[in-house]
Nanobody, 126 residues
Framework: QVRLVESGGGLVQAGGSLRLSCLASGLTFSSTPMGWFRQAPGKERKKEREFVAAIDWKGRDTYYSDSVEGRFTMSRDNAKNTVYLEMNSLKPEDTAVYYC???????????????WGQGTQVTVSS
């Protein structure tokens, strides 16, 4: 069973930085693409997760949504079964609960994933 544990969120002023981590288990992590998604406040949790970033299984290729391109950097450590999201130049509109997930392309295409973790809250004050 896939288990995902996100951490590293917090309250930060606009322009600040945070580094999120996600520890994954129950999957062949080193051969699985991983992604970050986020859900902004006020939106119904089951339907409104937004794709943020993805990384291939080697950690060589990364992909970002237009809204975070150039500010966020995703990386992974296959020896630790962990992915990271370095977030710089944070904006109030980045405020959301952030989640990691395997096979992000499949989630974006199908809209379905049943093993979300608890997420980590990021709040950016203006």
């Amino acid at each position: 069973q896939v288990r995902l544990v996100e951490s590293g969120g917090g309250l930060v002023q606009a322009g600040g930085s945070l580094r999120l981590s996600c520890l994954a288990s129950g999957l062949t992590f080193s051969s699985t693409p991983m992604g970050w998604f986020r859900q902004a406040p006020g939106k119904e949790r089951k339907k409104e997760r937004e794709f943020v970033a993805a990384i291939d299984w080697k950690g060589r290729d990364t992909y970002y949504s237009d809204s975070v391109e150039g500010r966020f950097t995703m990386s992974r450590d296959n020896a630790k079964n962990t992915v990271y999201l370095e977030m710089n130049s944070l904006k109030p509109e980045d405020t959301a609960v952030y989640y990691c997930a395997p096979d992000p392309a499949l989630i974006v295409a199908s809209g379905r994933f049943s093993s979300w973790g608890q997420g980590t809250q990021v709040t950016v004050s203006s």
